[in-house]
């Protein structure tokens, strides 16, 4: 079985308008609204691919109770851990001249609702199961949260695959998971040290120093617009990207993780997994939004995706 834990989901609002003018109504000409959270839009992508996950979230309030709502129609499979805090939301405005983002501040989660959480995966998880853990932390919580959790993850015996930024990120590998998929700023960030996307020797000596000093498996490093790597002891592979018309790159990492751990939970080997990772990820950036990828595009983009293995 596949788990994704996100611990601080939230509600994007994409209010879509002819442009912004100052002391003035502006009338929307559409108000669309998505579950958003990083863990949450693994588990998405894996049921829009055909799959099976369950999501565990926290999550509050009448924000908290549409996000259920919203997993419900789309039939993602979820196990939420009630707070009393509402569920962040995060405004976007797009316009014709461009668009504006506005994050919101989440609130602070008690201690106790952490132990609630261990408790949880506890009882669901099982040797050999897959479990995504990715994105922010509530304010307040210490990045060490991640170290405890990936720890336990791989004492029970589960398969652990991590995605998050800065802080958060060093702390998790100090557990050592086995899969780590940052793009190329956060691997810059907790190496300390600014790489060329073009300098793929550099990058391939760099991960395999990380490889293993945190005993990991592979690391799934994507490049943006310059395609991707997989990155593991014996193997190097990398995929160019497609020439697409790009609508929005909001997902896309999300999705292309989604499509690798998808296949490789039904068995496919790292190479035909990374080749299904990359039409994912290629396919989220052809739907406006915050919309992740589609099958038919998936599917549809497959055959032109290419892998080449590195020495």
């Given at each position: 079985m596949i788990f994704t834990l996100t611990m601080n989901p939230c509600l994007d609002r994409y209010i879509y308008l002819d442009k912004l003018v100052v002391d003035d109504t502006i009338r929307a000409r559409k108000v669309v609204d998505y579950p958003a959270g990083k863990g949450i839009d693994v588990s998405r992508v894996i049921k829009e691919l055909g799959g099976v996950s369950i999501a565990v979230a926290l999550v509050g309030g009448d924000t908290g109770r549409k996000l259920e709502e919203m997993l419900d129609k789309e039939g993602v499979i979820y196990s939420s851990i009630r707070v009393n805090e509402e569920t962040r939301m995060n405004v976007i405005l797009e316009s014709k001249n461009g668009q504006y983002r506005i994050s919101m501040p989440g609130k602070r989660i008690s201690?106790?609702?952490?132990?609630?959480?261990l408790e949880v995966l506890n009882a669901?998880?099982?040797?050999?199961?897959?479990?995504?853990?990715?994105?922010?932390?509530?304010?307040?919580?210490?990045?060490?949260?991640?170290?405890?959790?990936?720890?336990?993850?791989?004492?029970?015996?589960?398969?652990?695959f991590f995605d998050a930024d800065g802080e958060k990120l060093k702390a998790g590998l100090i557990a050592s998971p086995d899969v780590i998929k940052p793009n190329i700023h956060e691997f810059s960030r907790i190496a300390g040290e600014k790489f060329s996307i073009e300098d793929k020797r550099t990058l391939i000596k760099e991960a395999r120093i990380f490889l293993e000093k945190y005993e990991l498996s592979e690391i799934l490093l994507t490049l943006g617009a310059k395609g991707s790597l997989l990155i593991?002891?014996?193997?190097?592979?990398?995929?160019p990207p497609l020439k697409l018309p790009v609508k929005s790159a909001v997902g896309a990492g999300d999705s292309f993780l989604a499509a690798y751990v998808l296949k490789i939970a039904?068995?496919?080997?790292?190479?035909?997994?990374?080749?299904?990772?990359?039409?994912?990820?290629?396919?989220?950036?052809?739907?406006?939004?915050t919309q992740l990828c589609r099958k038919r595009d998936v599917e549809e983009l497959l055959s032109k995706i290419e892998i080449y293995e590195l020495n």
């Amino acid at each position: 079985m596949i788990f994704t834990l996100t611990m601080n989901p939230c509600l994007d609002r994409y209010i879509y308008l002819d442009k912004l003018v100052v002391d003035d109504t502006i009338r929307a000409r559409k108000v669309v609204d998505y579950p958003a959270g990083k863990g949450i839009d693994v588990s998405r992508v894996i049921k829009e691919l055909g799959g099976v996950s369950i999501a565990v979230a926290l999550v509050g309030g009448d924000t908290g109770r549409k996000l259920e709502e919203m997993l419900d129609k789309e039939g993602v499979i979820y196990s939420s851990i009630r707070v009393n805090e509402e569920t962040r939301m995060n405004v976007i405005l797009e316009s014709k001249n461009g668009q504006y983002r506005i994050s919101m501040p989440g609130k602070r989660i008690s201690k106790k609702k952490l132990q609630t959480v261990l408790e949880v995966l506890n009882a669901l998880v099982r040797e050999n199961d897959i479990v995504v853990v990715s994105g922010s932390l509530p304010k307040g919580i210490s990045p060490d949260f991640y170290t405890g959790i990936i720890f336990a993850l791989k004492q029970w015996g589960a398969k652990v695959f991590f995605d998050a930024d800065g802080e958060k990120l060093k702390a998790g590998l100090i557990a050592s998971p086995d899969v780590i998929k940052p793009n190329i700023h956060e691997f810059s960030r907790i190496a300390g040290e600014k790489f060329s996307i073009e300098d793929k020797r550099t990058l391939i000596k760099e991960a395999r120093i990380f490889l293993e000093k945190y005993e990991l498996s592979e690391i799934l490093l994507t490049l943006g617009a310059k395609g991707s790597l997989l990155i593991s002891y014996d193997k190097v592979y990398f995929s160019p990207p497609l020439k697409l018309p790009v609508k929005s790159a909001v997902g896309a990492g999300d999705s292309f993780l989604a499509a690798y751990v998808l296949k490789i939970a039904e068995g496919f080997g790292r190479k035909e997994a990374f080749k299904w990772a990359n039409a994912a990820g290629n396919a989220a950036v052809m739907t406006p939004g915050t919309q992740l990828c589609r099958k038919r595009d998936v599917e549809e983009l497959l055959s032109k995706i290419e892998i080449y293995e590195l020495n």
